[in-house]
């Protein structure tokens, strides 16, 4: 099954913004706007992983969870990639505890590789929330600059999901993919990792 791992924002943060975005969305109908429900940060895209792998997998990622303390974040500002003019993905980005979430975001990457499921092209954590998706190269810098000022409400971060995409008849088509989320665990250490 083909899997990642995410952090889910709140219902609040994802009606916050939402409501933000209400008065951008009409102005790009070109673009492909992802569903809320589909809303997440990716902390390491893991690939069609096999069966077999799944039981160490979980039991890593378990492990992983415990070492991390919940984090505080919001999502805030806007971006896109690969540039903002030659966009293929805008963003909304996240402040908070980034630190944190970039440790646990390669703590999860090491244990799944060590697991026989992560990728071995590991990219630089980029913390992000897809908003939007564009089927060839666009210059989305007004709106970029428009929605630069948005900030959210700060939320707790304090469970890690293991999501399996579902793509619509099988394929990766031009369907947007629903996702599912297959395990998860509390962020359960009671300060952050490498702190006493």
Same mark, same amino acid.
């Given at each position: ?13 994802? $009606? ?34 096999? $069966? ?42 996240? %402040? ?6 970039? $440790? ?25 929330? /897809? ?19 948005? /900030?959210?409400?700060?939320? %707790? ?18 369907? %947007? ?18 702190? /006493?």
């Amino acid at each position: 099954m083909r899997l990642f791992v995410g952090l889910l924002p709140p219902p609040p943060a994802c $009606d916050e913004l939402v409501l933000a975005l209400e008065a951008h969305r009409p102005r790009w109908p070109g673009l492909r706007w992802l569903d809320p429900a589909n809303w997440h940060v990716t902390l390491s895209f893991l690939g069609e992983v096999p $069966d077999p792998a799944l039981p160490e997998l979980r039991a890593r990622l378990a492990d992983a969870a415990a070492h991390h303390a919940p984090m505080t974040l919001s999502l805030a500002g806007a971006g896109a990639f690969p540039s903002a003019d030659r966009a293929r993905v805008f963003l909304t980005g996240l %402040e908070g505890d980034l630190p944190g979430l970039a $440790d646990l975001a390669d703590h999860v990457g090491a244990e799944a590789l060590a697991a026989g499921a992560g990728q071995t092209d590991h990219r630089r954590f980029i913390p992000h929330l /897809s908003l939007a998706r564009c089927r060839a190269d666009t210059d989305l810098s007004p709106l970029v600059e428009a929605f630069g000022p948005f /900030s959210g409400t700060a939320w %707790e971060a304090g469970t890690m999901h293991l999501i399996r995409s579902n793509f619509g008849g099988g394929t990766r088509g031009g369907a %947007e993919a629903r996702y599912e989320t297959v395990d998860e665990w509390p962020l359960t250490a009671r300060t952050p990792r490498g702190q /006493s």
